[in-house]
């Protein structure tokens, strides 16, 4: 299955996105949402355990 690559929507919840946290220097939220990470954000390459929190996300079973 080829990955998709998608434009971060700052409209909607970008507030809540790793990308944006870590602008604002929100570490402890940052630790709390990156912890058991399941997603990796194809822009940025962070990873959450939550897709919402990321601008591109991709589920990490779906890296090979």
Not at 13 to 27: F, G, N, P
Not at 47 to 58: V, Y
Request: with cysteine; glycine share 4%.
């Amino acid at each position: 299955m080829p990955l998709t690559l998608v434009d971060c929507n700052q409209e909607i919840h970008y507030d809540d996105h790793l990308c944006s946290l870590a602008m604002r220097k929100q570490m402890l939220t940052l630790a709390r949402l990156v912890k058991d990470a399941q997603y990796v954000c194809a822009l940025c390459g962070r990873a959450a355990a939550k897709g919402e929190n990321l601008c591109s996300p991709i589920h990490l079973a779906e890296v090979k």
